[in-house]
């Protein structure tokens, strides 16, 4: 089974623009959720999707969106960019609870660096 | 209160030792403690994961301890290899709703070098 795919892996932006990453999930797997990830603020959740309708969502400002599509896929959006946005985007999937089992599973993760 | 504290922040052992990072967390309502490795370059992967019902679980070389008085819960690495030199993430989080996938809250991760 293939794993967690996220695109672009890099990306370099300037203060003010905006970005949307992408993340395809594991098949099978509704569930998907996205954290950000900062030397300094370490790693932070920031949104979870299952069922194209967000369920959960961490504390970070409006300018962070998401979405999901009906086959899993998910985006997320980051408008008027900040140099603090710069992080590793991760993304991670996961089927629902079933049985107590409730591992996500990580992408490798999108590198976002804001000039 | 839902913060989750890890200890030591870097951790360098020798080949063959026992590697041991430690947590601590404040929110009684956590259910689930996990244990990420994070490689460069890559996402964090689940290594090991326990609930408060039990006090130990052992994974080939990988042990979680969980004392759930003492709100605290470590992770041992025996016999450490060099493979293992990467960072460890301890996570906490609690049941949200029926189908909903866990919010995790990390520590703020150790950085383990195993020294060949």
């Known amino acids: 089974k293939a794993g967690v795919t996220q695109t672009p892996r890099y990306l370099i932006k300037t203060r003010g623009q905006q970005v949307t990453l992408s993340c395809s999930p594991i098949s099978g797997h509704r569930s998907v959720s996205w954290y950000q990830q900062t030397p300094g603020q370490g790693l932070q959740f920031l949104f979870e999707y299952f069922s194209e309708t967000q369920r959960n969502k961490g504390n970070f400002p409006g300018r962070f969106s998401g979405r999901q599509f009906s086959n899993s896929r998910s985006e997320m959006n980051v408008s008027t960019l900040e140099l603090g946005d710069s992080a590793l985007y991760l993304c991670?999937?996961?089927?629902?609870?079933?049985?107590?089992?409730?591992?996500?599973?990580f992408g490798p993760g999108t590198r976002l660096l804001v000039l | 209160q839902q913060q989750v504290k890890q200890s030591p922040q870097s951790l360098i052992v020798q080949k063959g030792g026992i590697s041991i990072i430690n947590c601590a967390y404040e929110n009684t309502a956590f259910d689930y403690f996990p244990w990420y490795q994070q490689f460069p370059g890559k996402g964090p992967a689940l290594l090991i994961a326990?609930?408060?019902?039990?006090s130990e679980k052992k994974e080939g070389r990988f042990t979680i301890s969980f004392n759930k008085s003492a709100k605290q819960f470590s992770l041992h690495i025996m016999d450490s290899q060099p493979g293992d030199s990467a960072t460890y993430f301890c996570a906490a989080s609690w049941t949200l709703s029926s189908g909903s996938a866990r919010q995790l809250t990390f520590g703020s991760g150790t950085q383990l070098t195993v020294l060949p």
């Open positions: 991670a999937s996961s089927s629902p609870p079933r049985e107590r089992q409730e591992t996500q599973y």
């Open positions: 326990i609930r408060p019902d039990v």
